[in-house]
């Protein structure tokens, strides 16, 4: 079966670190996504792993471990806009997603 | 090209009516897929293609639903006889393949705007 697991809701303050986390488990791999997703809108992609380690894309980093199925996000110097949901999503060919990280960032 | 676009971006029918829905992807994706979202949760795989070949569907999507994408290029989602359980989110995504090893992996997914389907 599929699984991926990622915690449901998350709060933080701004101008603070976040690392929302995923974990998972799948038939097939080829890479793990990041998206985020304001309320009412489209995923918009942020990051993809497809190799063992850390990707950094100026604010955002995104960690990979293969062997552990598992993978987080790191939000770094927050601001009131990183309020959204976050998307952990697998590869197998198709993206299967998980349920989706609700971040709120309070003032 | 400006993205992905889907149309209608609101559709709201009456239970048993016929609804279609359709997706126009970035023109150099040969990837489309359809997913189905509901409030809280992420999305929900349905079905997927590459070019005009419809290469996998979901088990959970029942034979009321079907998708076409005729000439490789625009898709179109089909639900007959609505049922209220079907009111959510749909989302269309493209994306471009590219070989290492002969093993198509996907490039990221571009999503539409999605249409929102509710079924009175």
């Known amino acids: 079966g599929q699984n991926i697991d990622q915690p449901t809701e998350m709060t933080a303050t701004e101008g603070a670190i976040v690392q929302i986390n995923c974990t998972y488990q799948?038939?097939?791999?080829?890479?793990l996504f990041w998206y985020q997703q304001h309320a009412g809108e489209a995923p918009t992609f942020l990051s993809y792993n497809v190799l063992d380690g850390l990707e950094e894309k100026g604010r955002f980093s995104s960690f990979l471990s293969r062997s552990k199925g598992y993978s987080y996000l790191l939000l770094k110097e927050l601001q009131m806009k990183d309020s959204a949901s976050y998307l952990c999503?697998?590869?197998?060919?198709?993206?299967?997603f998980g349920t989706g990280t609700r971040l709120q960032v309070f003032p | 090209d400006t993205g992905v676009s889907q149309n209608p971006r609101h559709k709201i029918t009456k239970r048993g009516q016929n609804v279609t829905f359709r997706c126009d992807p970035i023109?150099?994706?040969?990837?489309l897929y359809w997913y189905r979202q509901t409030l809280g949760q992420g999305p929900e795989f349905l079905t997927y293609f590459q070019n005009e070949a419809q290469l996998e569907k979901s088990r959970l999507l029942s034979d009321r639903f079907s998708a076409e994408r005729p000439k490789g290029s625009f898709s179109t989602l089909e639900i007959q006889r609505t049922e209220q359980g079907d009111s959510a989110m749909y989302l269309c995504a493209s994306s471009s393949t590219t070989g290492t090893g002969g093993i198509p992996t996907n490039e990221k997914l571009f999503f539409g705007s999605g249409t929102q389907l509710s079924v009175l």
């Open positions: 799948t038939s097939g791999f080829n890479g």
């Open positions: 023109s150099e994706h040969n990837r």
């Open positions: 999503a697998v590869d197998t060919d198709k993206l299967i």
